[in-house]
């Protein structure tokens, strides 16, 4: 890789000599003690052979103003824990040779190239691998106006690219996997819950329908019937088999003393009414 050219370079002030022009693609700049820089450019002569001679400027410099190419690659953060892979391109060249020279960085590329990852990190961790291509936009953007506040000028636009290499996106596939397991076995525990919850609503619907067909039975003493609707394995049903049998149990047993009271009465021969029942009383 060639040497890159310095930025700007002292001259030798003679004060009994005025410079000559600048040279095409440079300027020249005279600093004096307590002055602001003179800068004289190309076809300019600059200062009077009587400005020299009294000292209103102490040196002078040549600055290079010729454009200027950059690229780099760099790995940068983003806003969902990977990492960017930017690749960079730029072209570039002084635009305000004072500030350059009190900046006094005679190496432009490594300035301008450490000035671009610093707005370049500040920037891409706002965004996720999803928002790449307005992060590009917005980087190159911000590069731009860094350069230009730092006394350079961009030549066209920056060109820069985000991607994600190949370890990164075997990640990223991997945890979007993950997460469609995750997201899917949500849904399956969603649908269930909402199966279980319909099923529960029709169960609760059937027995109240249920349960007026059974208060009817009830009423009339239909209790075969009823029998018949109930399921023994069910618990509420078990429940309500057990009252029905208990219920057919005393009328059984109150049809048995009512059969041995007439058993009695016609044994005993014909009695009054108010017998029988002294005699029920007894059994």
Same mark, same amino acid.
């Not at 400005?51 to 790995?75: I, N």
């Not at 619907?205 to 394995?233: C, H, V, Y």
């Given at each position: 890789?060639?040497?890159?050219?310095?930025?700007?370079?002292?001259?030798?002030?003679?004060?009994?000599?005025?410079?000559?022009?600048?040279?095409?693609?440079?300027?020249?700049?005279?600093?004096?003690?307590?002055?602001?820089?003179?800068?004289?450019?190309?076809?300019?002569?600059?200062?009077?052979?009587?400005?020299?001679?009294?000292?209103?400027?102490?040196?002078?410099?040549?600055?290079?103003?010729?454009?200027?190419?950059?690229?780099?690659?760099?790995?940068?953060?983003?806003?969902?824990?990977?990492?960017f892979h930017a690749e960079v391109r730029l072209t570039y060249a002084v635009s305000d040779p004072a500030l350059i020279l009190r900046r006094r960085?005679?190496?432009?590329?490594?300035?301008?190239? *450490?000035?671009? @990852?610093?707005?370049?990190?500040?920037?891409?961790?706002?965004?996720?691998?999803?928002?790449?291509?307005?992060?590009?936009?917005?980087?190159?953007?911000? @590069?731009?106006?860094?350069?230009?506040?730092?006394?350079?000028? $961009?030549?066209?636009?920056?060109?820069?690219?985000?991607?994600?290499?190949?370890?990164?996106?075997?990640?990223?596939?991997?945890?979007?996997?993950?997460?469609?397991?995750?997201?899917?076995?949500?849904?399956?525990?969603?649908?269930?819950?909402?199966?279980? *919850? $319909?099923?529960?609503?029709?169960?609760?619907?059937?027995?109240?329908?249920? &349960?007026?067909?059974? &208060?009817?039975?009830?009423?009339?003493?239909?209790?075969?019937?009823?029998?018949?609707?109930?399921?023994?394995? *069910?618990?509420?049903?078990?429940? @309500? @088999?057990?009252?029905?049998?208990?219920?057919?149990?005393?009328?059984?047993?109150? &049809?048995?003393?009512?059969?041995?009271?007439?058993?009695?009465?016609?044994?005993?021969?014909?009695?009054?009414?108010?017998?029988?029942?002294?005699?029920?009383?007894?059994?």
């Open positions: 890789m060639p040497e890159e050219k310095l930025l700007f370079v002292e001259k030798e002030l003679n004060r009994w000599k005025r410079p000559e022009s600048p040279k095409p693609g440079t300027v020249l700049v005279f600093i004096g003690d307590g002055k602001p820089p003179f800068v004289v450019y190309e076809g300019e002569r600059g200062p009077t052979q009587g400005e020299l001679l009294w000292g209103k400027y102490s040196t002078f410099y040549e600055v290079d103003m010729g454009d200027r190419s950059l690229s780099f690659d760099e790995k940068l953060p983003c806003a969902d824990g990977l990492d960085r005679t190496d432009a590329g490594e300035f301008v190239k *450490d000035l671009a @990852i610093e707005v370049m990190q500040r920037t891409s961790r706002r965004y996720t691998h999803e928002q790449s291509g307005e992060a590009e936009n917005v980087i190159a953007t911000r @590069i731009e106006d860094e350069v230009r506040e730092r006394g350079f000028k $961009l030549i066209g636009s920056a060109f820069v690219n985000l991607s994600l290499d190949e370890a990164v996106k075997t990640r990223l596939v991997n945890r979007k996997l993950s997460n469609y397991d995750f997201q899917d076995e949500k849904v399956q525990i969603s649908r269930t819950a909402e199966l279980d *919850d $319909l099923q529960q609503t029709a169960k609760l619907s059937l027995k109240g329908k249920r &349960a007026e067909m059974f &208060a009817s039975l009830i009423k009339s003493g239909d209790w075969q019937t009823l029998l018949a609707m109930l399921d023994p394995n *069910d618990p509420e049903d078990q429940a @309500i @088999i057990g009252m029905v049998e208990a219920t057919l149990n005393q009328q059984k047993i109150q &049809a048995e003393k009512q059969q041995k009271l007439l058993e009695l009465a016609i044994e005993k021969g014909a009695i009054e009414g108010w017998q029988l029942e002294g005699l029920a009383k007894n059994l």
